[in-house]
């Protein structure tokens, strides 16, 4: 199995929402995990964290839209996204890492996935 595997990713209209999952043999109730994305042309950023007891974290364009959580009975992290704008537009990866505190921007963490497209179109 892949360490993290992405899953969630569509073309939707701006307003719409999606919810991203990523699961796999990295997952660990005991690690920081987050989400990033990478637009085409732009420097990745990092859009929200999640630590081992909860704490979460996100960059200030996505907040009060973007809720990341963890189901950690079925070993997923989630990104759930409302309200999409056209520039949320990327591809988005989710990362994990066994850390005492989670860093910010998450894609300095260690494990990765190989993303999942996001398209908003205005």
């Known amino acids: 199995q892949a360490p993290l595997v992405e899953s969630g990713g569509d073309s939707v209209q701006a307003g719409g929402s999606l919810t991203l999952s990523c699961g796999g043999s990295a997952y660990s109730a005991m690690y920081c995990m987050g989400w990033f994305r990478q637009a085409h042309g732009r420097e990745r950023e990092g859009v929200a964290s999640?630590?081992?007891?909860?704490?979460?974290r996100y960059i200030d364009s996505v907040k009060g839209r973007f809720t990341i959580s963890q189901d950690n009975a079925k070993r997923t992290l989630h990104l759930q996204m409302n309200n999409l704008e056209p520039e949320d537009t990327a591809m988005y990866y989710c990362?994990?890492?066994?850390?005492?505190?989670?860093?910010?921007?998450?894609?300095?963490?260690?494990?990765r996935g190989q993303g999942t497209q996001v398209t908003v179109s205005s």
């Open positions: 999640i630590d081992r007891n909860g704490n979460t």
């Open positions: 990362a994990a890492e066994f850390r005492s505190s989670c860093p910010w921007p998450p894609h300095t963490l260690r494990l």
